[in-house]
Nanobody, 115 residues
Framework: QVHLVESGGGLVQPGGSLRLSCAGSGIRFNIAAMDWNRQAPGKQREWIAS???????DYTDSVKGRFTISRDNAKNTVYLQMNSLKSEDTAVYYC?????????WGQGTQVTVSS
């Protein structure tokens, strides 16, 4: 059975940092392209960052220079380091694994940026 479990969300003040983790099990993690997506209240889910099996990364413009995606294949885990957080980063953050035959989603973790 496949599981993607996100952790690390919470409440943080503007300008602060959080590190999200997504631990995968039941999948061949080392061949999966991994994404982070987010969904703010009243908005559609949006892609924000990707890391390929080889470690190449890509980001949506709104998080470039502030967020860093990384992976540790030995731990079947992908991370999202979020710095200089803004109120508009408030959302539920989802981990997404893309494999050749199908993809999988985690359950999400809430990030709230507020003073």
């Amino acid at each position: 059975q496949v599981h993607l479990v996100e952790s690390g969300g919470g409440l943080v003040q503007p300008g602060g940092s959080l590190r999200l983790s997504c631990a995968g099990s039941g999948i061949r993690f080392n061949i999966a392209a991994m994404d982070w997506n987010r969904q703010a209240p009243g908005k559609q889910r949006e892609w924000i960052a990707s890391v390929t099996p080889g470690g190449s990364t890509d980001y949506t413009d709104s998080v470039k220079g502030r967020f860093t995606i990384s992976r540790d294949n030995a731990k079947n885990t992908v991370y999202l380091q979020m710095n200089s957080l803004k109120s508009e980063d408030t959302a539920v953050y989802y981990c997404h694994a893309r494999l050749p035959v199908r993809d999988y989603w985690g359950q999400g973790t809430q990030v709230t940026v507020s003073s």
